[in-house]
């Protein structure tokens, strides 16, 4: 068998011809059709606790925004209408697998498990990530594009070498696929067959740069075929089919069978950060077309023709995610004491001697700030 060979054979690795619906935009039910693979839709009690997390991940998209206004937040990337791609990554894992985000991935992060407060720290303008990534396997939030994939794959080889049983996933956007670390990542995944799976959010812009200035590919999920990796196409504002796409796809590495590249066919309904003007790049009328398409709205109406979905629970829901809003609000809005010695107490876990020498200096000054202060204070005083 020449060196090359694909095992799974190369049916496998060509993606579906068109990206795998399951609930239509009514919130009817989609029957199979012209899907690589039978994937099984979820039943209503998984899609009822992934509608509590979408109506969260809303309200918390909302929720940050108006910190941002409020100057709490120093910056925010919304994923208003690209939530079912983030609860989806975050529900198909186990425990003991590891999540990837990017800095548009709160609401994933926050599906995890990861406190509020915490994960919003980093989009605060905070030293630290805010979070332990070892508490819930999330790794802190990225902002260069696709950085986090090459580190998504690393914990992936260590993982395969360590002979655990964890899965990776590592989410990113369309422009990431445009960077070099987006290869080198796909590249290593797949020649060592490492259980990691890339979701790719397609939300149609990198920034101002439209997909069709990014790539000629008739897919990004094609793009696999280059690195003998299996892709797919899904339907990124279908949570019932995100859930089976992905799942079957984790289920496919920690079953030895190696990486897989799946493409989330979404759009990002806002600006890409609250410092971006969309309207300069893209028309009103482009964005009201995804409007009907809307994750939360489409699995709502299916939830409630299935008889899961009444005032009551809506209220309970929606009452459950405000309270979630209020936590964050408040631990958002509570100053901060910032220690300055920090700058030198997290650099190494032994201290250089310079690293002693700036600390000794900056806290003589301090002290002698501090004393100047106080001299001040009493002489106006007499």
Same mark, same amino acid.
């Given at each position: 068998m020449?060196?090359n060979?694909?095992?799974d054979?190369?049916a496998l690795?060509?993606?579906?011809?068109?990206p795998i619906?399951m609930?239509?935009?009514?919130?009817?039910?989609?029957?199979q059709?012209?899907?690589k693979e039978?994937?099984v839709?979820?039943d209503?009690?998984?899609?009822?606790?992934g509608?509590?997390?979408?109506v969260l991940g809303r309200r918390?998209n909302?929720? %940050?925004?108006? &910190?941002v206004?409020?100057?709490r937040?120093?910056v925010y990337?919304?994923?208003h209408?690209?939530?079912a791609?983030?609860?989806?990554a975050a529900m198909?894992l186990?425990?003991?697998?590891?999540?990837?985000?990017?800095?548009?991935d709160?609401?994933?992060?926050?599906?995890r498990?990861?406190?509020?407060?915490?994960?919003?720290q980093?989009l605060?303008?905070?030293w630290h990530?805010?979070?332990?990534?070892?508490?819930h @396997?999330v790794a802190?939030?990225?902002?260069?594009?696709?950085?986090q994939?090459?580190?998504a794959v690393?914990?992936a080889?260590?993982?395969?070498l360590?002979?655990e049983?964890s899965?990776v996933l590592?989410?990113?956007?369309?422009g990431a696929?445009?960077?070099?670390?987006f290869?080198?990542?796909l590249n290593f995944?797949?020649?060592?067959r &490492?259980?990691?799976v $890339?979701?790719?959010?397609?939300n149609?812009?990198?920034?101002s740069?439209p997909?069709s200035?990014q790539?000629?590919?008739?897919?990004?999920?094609? @793009?696999?075929i280059?690195?003998g990796?299996?892709?797919?196409?899904v339907?990124?504002?279908d949570?019932?089919? &995100?859930?089976?796409?992905?799942g079957?796809a984790?289920?496919r590495?920690r079953?030895g069978?190696g990486?897989s590249?799946v493409?989330?066919h979404?759009?990002?309904?806002?600006?890409?950060?609250n410092?971006d003007?969309?309207?300069r790049y893209?028309?009103d009328a482009?964005? %009201?077309?995804?409007?009907?398409?809307?994750p939360?709205?489409r699995l709502?109406?299916?939830l409630?023709?299935?008889?899961?979905?009444?005032e009551?629970?809506?209220a309970?829901?929606? %009452?459950a995610?405000e309270?979630?809003?209020?936590? &964050?609000?408040d631990?958002?809005?509570?100053?901060?004491e910032?220690d300055?010695q920090?700058? $030198?107490a997290?650099v190494y876990?032994?201290?250089?001697?310079?690293l002693?020498?700036?600390?000794?200096?900056l806290a003589d000054?301090?002290a002698r700030?501090?004393g100047?202060?106080?001299?001040n204070a009493e002489g106006?005083?007499?």
């Amino acid at each position: 068998m020449p060196q090359n060979t694909i095992p799974d054979g190369e049916a496998l690795l060509l993606p579906s011809g068109e990206p795998i619906q399951m609930i239509d935009a009514d919130g009817g039910a989609v029957e199979q059709g012209g899907w690589k693979e039978p994937y099984v839709r979820p039943d209503d009690a998984r899609l009822l606790s992934g509608y509590e997390h979408l109506v969260l991940g809303r309200r918390i998209n909302d929720q %940050a925004g108006a &910190l941002v206004r409020q100057g709490r937040l120093a910056v925010y990337p919304s994923s208003h209408g690209q939530e079912a791609c983030q609860v989806a990554a975050a529900m198909v894992l186990g425990s003991e697998d590891w999540l990837f985000p990017t800095y548009r991935d709160t609401v994933a992060v926050l599906a995890r498990g990861v406190d509020p407060v915490a994960a919003f720290q980093m989009l605060r303008g905070s030293w630290h990530a805010g979070y332990n990534p070892m508490e819930h @396997k999330v790794a802190t939030q990225a902002t260069p594009l696709a950085t986090q994939l090459l580190h998504a794959v690393g914990m992936a080889h260590a993982a395969k070498l360590k002979g655990e049983d964890s899965v990776v996933l590592a989410l990113c956007g369309d422009g990431a696929t445009s960077e070099g670390d987006f290869h080198e990542a796909l590249n290593f995944a797949a020649v060592y067959r &490492l259980p990691v799976v $890339f979701l790719i959010q397609n939300n149609e812009f990198a920034i101002s740069v439209p997909l069709s200035q990014q790539t000629a590919a008739p897919s990004l999920a094609h @793009k696999g075929i280059g690195y003998g990796m299996p892709g797919e196409r899904v339907d990124g504002n279908d949570l019932a089919a &995100l859930l089976a796409v992905l799942g079957s796809a984790v289920d496919r590495a920690r079953g030895g069978g190696g990486p897989s590249m799946v493409e989330a066919h979404t759009y990002r309904m806002q600006s890409h950060t609250n410092a971006d003007d969309a309207t300069r790049y893209r028309s009103d009328a482009e964005v %009201a077309q995804w409007v009907p398409r809307d994750p939360l709205t489409r699995l709502g109406r299916h939830l409630a023709a299935a008889g899961l979905l009444d005032e009551d629970v809506e209220a309970r829901i929606a %009452a459950a995610a405000e309270s979630v809003a209020a936590r &964050l609000r408040d631990g958002l809005n509570a100053e901060v004491e910032v220690d300055p010695q920090d700058l $030198f107490a997290f650099v190494y876990t032994e201290p250089t001697p310079q690293l002693r020498e700036q600390s000794a200096f900056l806290a003589d000054e301090l002290a002698r700030s501090a004393g100047a202060t106080i001299e001040n204070a009493e002489g106006g005083l007499r």
